[in-house]
């Protein structure tokens, strides 16, 4: 059974003609780039579905130092721009 699918392949491989084809360089540019675009999808496609479950992984290993505190400080009253003051200067042009 090997010897008969070897047979046929040598005889397959010996067999193809030239085929006296111009491609142009538009043509084998935009080959190119649609290999390239096929190859960079699939790796995004390799890197997001590993990166993010061991992203989450990590987060939830991580402690934050203070947990009880607030991130977002809230500004104090003298930290609040007077809102006044811009809309006397726009309503005077």
Not at 9 to 20: C, K, R, T, V
């Amino acid at each position: 059974m090997q010897k008969i699918i070897l047979i046929s392949l040598l005889y397959l491989a010996a067999s193809f003609y030239p085929a006296f084809a111009y491609i142009g360089p538009g043509g084998a540019v935009s080959g190119i780039g649609a290999f390239i675009a096929l190859v960079a999808a699939i790796l995004f496609a390799i890197l997001g579905f590993f990166w993010f479950p061991i992203k989450r992984l990590l987060r939830k290993k991580e402690k934050p130092a203070d947990s009880e505190e607030s991130l977002v400080e809230e500004p104090e009253s003298g930290d609040i721009p007077d809102v006044s003051l811009v809309e006397k200067d726009s309503s005077e042009k």
